[in-house]
Every structure is written in structure tokens, then in C-alpha cells.
């Protein structure tokens, strides 16, 4: 049986809509940034281009099922860093992360359980889980309609292969229908404006705000190979100079530690004095930038402090910290500030905290494992890049400093984060489609470069 939904009003054209019995570790609740006060400050006279009280919601035996309005006019984008596709009605799209997606099934490594629509509005549902969305695709049974129409041809009748497959013939009034397994209700929240435009705009305050990076971030990136020692680093650094090749980042790969896949967060021997290498970086002009992953190796100095703070399966054999727990990201901001940061490390580039690709192996944290907050793995996985962004974030905030990281998982709410997304995935298709679509949700997105035709390149 449908339910009716309460709604509130929380700002100008930003709406809270309560159905069933919302659960409480989500996207919304579990967040560490507020709303910007900038989001009060913004008029709104329009009045919500769907009516949010025909939003309905409905208990089922796999979980709970949200129906919202969309109008045979629309157009749908959104969903996060979707690689696939970019016009996203007609299709059926599952929120899940994936660190290689190959389909178009919602999969990514930044999916969110947002959209907009061209009739000027966006839709978030607040769950971290894999919830599944069929955007105008999923036409519920009514009454049997009376025959009608074209001379010898009956309702619903098509006569070709272009008019069978035809996405809008299928089903031109069907609303956006959610279904979340294995809970008992959702909020969904709806942002408005006069265009589509400001219903983003509304959305990235309500996450935060936008972010602002240091300018020294937009420049030139340039990653050193995994076997360098600090030697070696510093004599490339030197020919960058000495070849006027522009050059503002240098990034270290997993080498500079004494143990990774799982980390121990420790400086290698290859860099006896990484204080002094940060600080001859710098003279020449150059931020460090640190590659890392969240997993936790027994060699670690955070281990024992994080085993009863973390999951009860692992990840390449380390500790995954349950960074929902205000202690488990004390501790790793802590440690990370004084060996890292402090002497002078600008950012990190945190790799594999999305989930395995599901084809070639299983490298991440299983969704049955259990966290110390309630999570189970399933969860953890859709807040994981967030909350890992926030971490990392809050020791440069900390300190007054503004930082510029890469990270290769997000989810909602990701906007006030300096963090920019990459992939494993190196077609052209997909950079562009991930640029324009990267948009809609907040994200920042950047291509790498990992192939040249020749030394020279």
C-alpha cells in the first residue's frame, strides 16, 4: 500500500520529503560539512515544477519503493560519474560503486543517487546503499484502456523495429521509480529554481558549498615511478627546471612507503630524509603529493589503534577503519598530519577506496562486512570515498592551508571537497562524457596521461 509523504520546507526551494522510516547512517546525516548559510540567502519564487505530495513510497518484501513524478517532457542527467551515458530517461540505473565499470548500469567509482531534470529541478535520495533507479522505464499495471486509435491498429501496437525500440515509445508517462533494499523508508530531498542551473546550485550548497582550490593545484601534475628513491626524484625535479618543462605538482607513488597494498603510512628507506625533501621541493618550486590508500598494514604505527575501529573483513590483508567513527579519523588525521603534513606534504592521492571492478577479482572489502558504527560493507562502500575526502581535508583546514588532492571514489554531498576524480578508464568517450556529466553532481573530474608514442612525448 503506497504511503503518503511529510514534507518540510528547509530554504528556499530546497524540500525534505519524509517517507516511512527513514534509517540513520545516510549520505545527509553522516555528513561533515554543513549546509552553506549562502543556501538561505537564495530567493526563490518559483514554486516546485512537480507537485512533491504526489511523491509516493511503499513498503515491499525486498525493501522500500519511492515513485517520483516526470512528465513526458523531461530529460534526466545526474547520477554522479556516469561514464557510459549522459541523457539518462528510458534507462535503468543501479547506484553502485565499481572501479571499472564496462556497461551502462549506473555502475562508477563516484556514482550519487541524484538527477536533474530539465524542467529545472534535482532529486536527491538519501541512502548510501545500491539503490536502483528506472527513470521512466518502469510502467506499473493499471486498468485495462479501451482499443483505440489508428484504423486496425489496437493501443500499445507497433508495426516496425524503429518504432519497437524507440526509448520514449515505451513508456511516456512512467514516473521515476527507487527501489532500497533492506530498509524501512527514505528522505528524499528536491531542489528548484527558475532553471536547471540554480536546482545544481541549490544542491552543491546544501552539500557545502563549492570548493576553492589553490592555484597552484590547477597546474602541471607530474607522478614519479613507483621504484623512485628520493634521489632520483629530486634529479627529475632538477631537469624539469634546467628543460623549462612546466611542472607544479610532483607526486610520489607507492614506493615512498615501507609497506603498501596494505600502507603502513611510513617513509621508506628510499627517503632517509623526507623532511628535507619536501623542503628542496619546495625551493624549486614544487608541492609533494602523496599516493595512499586507506588499508591499514600490521607495520603501521595507526594499527593497533584502529583494529577495534575497523571492519571485521579486510582489504589486500589491512584494517579497513571505520571512518564514520569521529576517533577512527582522529587517529588517522593525526598521524598522517605529523609524518606528512606538517614537514610539508601538500596532498595525497587516495587510490582504491571505491570497490573491486567485479570482473577480474574481488580486491576490496566484501558488502557483508560489519563496522564497529552499524555499516555494513554495502554502505561503507558509498561512504567511504567521502568520508576518507573529509579526513584527509579537515588536516588542512585545520591548519589553515589549502590543499588539492586526487581520490578515485565519491558519492553525494562531495561538492565542498578539493578533491578531484580519476579513473582507471582511459577512453576518450569516457573523459568527455565523465567531464560533462561530473557537472551535474559537483564532482571535479581530470584525465590522466599514462601512454605516450615515444620517450620524447
Known amino acids: 500500500m503506497a504511503e503518503t509523504c511529510s514534507s518540510e520546507l528547509l530554504s528556499p526551494g530546497v524540500l525534505r520529503v519524509a517517507l516511512g522510516n527513514p534509517e540513520d547512517l545516510t549520505p545527509v546525516k553522516l555528513r561533515q560539512r554543513p549546509p552553506s548559510p549562502f543556501l538561505a540567502e537564495m530567493?526563490?519564487?518559483a514554486p516546485c515544477p512537480f507537485d512533491t505530495s504526489a511523491i509516493r513510497g511503499r513498503q515491499t518484501g525486498r525493501g522500500y519503493v519511492v515513485e517520483i513524478p516526470l512528465?513526458?517532457?523531461?530529460?534526466?542527467?545526474?547520477f554522479g560519474l556516469q561514464l557510459q551515458s549522459h541523457a539518462?530517461?528510458?534507462?535503468?540505473?543501479?547506484?553502485?560503486?565499481?572501479?571499472?565499470?564496462v556497461a551502462d548500469t549506473g555502475d562508477s567509482h563516484a556514482p550519487a543517487p541524484f538527477y536533474v531534470s530539465t524542467r529545472g529541478y534535482g532529486v536527491l535520495v538519501d541512502t548510501a546503499r545500491y539503490a536502483s533507479f528506472w527513470i521512466g522505464s518502469a510502467k506499473a499495471k493499471r486498468e485495462p484502456e479501451p482499443s483505440g486509435g489508428e484504423a486496425g491498429k489496437?493501443?500499445?501496437?507497433?508495426r516496425s523495429v524503429e518504432e519497437l525500440y524507440t526509448t520514449r515509445s515505451m513508456s511516456m508517462t512512467s514516473p521515476v521509480t527507487v527501489e532500497i533494499r533492506d530498509v524501512d523508508g527514505v528522505d528524499v530531498y528536491v531542489f528548484w529554481g527558475e532553471e536547471l542551473r540554480e536546482a545544481v546550485q541549490r544542491y552543491v550548497l546544501f552539500s557545502g558549498g563549492g570548493c576553492l582550490p589553490p592555484r597552484w593545484g590547477l597546474g602541471v601534475w607530474y607522478r614519479c615511478r613507483t621504484d623512485f628513491d628520493q634521489g632520483q626524484v629530486l634529479r627529475f625535479a632538477e631537469q624539469f627546471r634546467e628543460e623549462?618543462?612546466?611542472?607544479?605538482?610532483?607526486?610520489?607513488?607507492p614506493g615512498w612507503q615501507?609497506?603498501?597494498?596494505?600502507?603502513?603510512f611510513a617513509?621508506?628507506?628510499?627517503?632517509?630524509d623526507p623532511v628535507g625533501l619536501m623542503r628542496t621541493l619546495a625551493e624549486r618550486g614544487y608541492r609533494l603529493n602523496l599516493w595512499s590508500h586507506l588499508f591499514v598494514h600490521p607495520s603501521s604505527p595507526v594499527y593497533d589503534a584502529l583494529h577495534p575501529l575497523s571492519g571485521d573483513y579486510t582489504a589486500f590483508g589491512g584494517l579497513v577503519p571505520d571512518l564514520s567513527l569521529p576517533e577512527a579519523r582522529e587517529i588517522l588525521a593525526e598521524q598522517h598530519a605529523r609524518d606528512h603534513v606538517d614537514p610539508g606534504a601538500s596532498g595525497y592521492k587516495l587510490d582504491e577506496c571505491d570497490n573491486s571492478d567485479f570482473i577480474w577479482r574481488a580486491w576490496s572489502f566484501p558488502e557483508i562486512t560489519q563496522?564497529?558504527?552499524?555499516?555494513?560493507?554495502?554502505?561503507?562502500?558509498?561512504?567511504l570515498g567521502i568520508l576518507y575526502q573529509a579526513t584527509i581535508e579537515s588536516i588542512f583546514r585545520s591548519r589553515d592551508r589549502r590543499t588539492y588532492c586526487s581520490v578515485r571514489s565519491s558519492h553525494a554531498l562531495a561538492a565542498p571537497y578539493p578533491f578531484v576524480l580519476y579513473s582507471d578508464l582511459y577512453g576518450h568517450k569516457e573523459f568527455i562524457r565523465g567531464l560533462v556529466n561530473a557537472g551535474f553532481t559537483g564532482h571535479l573530474w581530470s584525465p590522466e596521461v599514462r601512454h605516450a608514442g615515444s620517450p620524447e612525448d
Open 43 to 45: 530567493l526563490c519564487d
Open 71 to 78: 512528465t513526458e517532457d523531461e530529460e534526466v542527467y545526474g
Open 88 to 101: 539518462q530517461r528510458g534507462k535503468k540505473k543501479t547506484i553502485r560503486i565499481n572501479s571499472d565499470p
Open 154 to 158: 489496437t493501443a500499445g501496437e507497433v
Open 244 to 253: 623549462r618543462i612546466p611542472c607544479d605538482v610532483l607526486g610520489l607513488e
Open 258 to 264: 615501507t609497506h603498501s597494498y596494505p600502507c603502513s
Open 267 to 272: 617513509w621508506s628507506e628510499r627517503f632517509p
Open 371 to 383: 563496522f564497529p558504527s552499524g555499516l555494513e560493507g554495502e554502505r561503507m562502500h558509498g561512504l
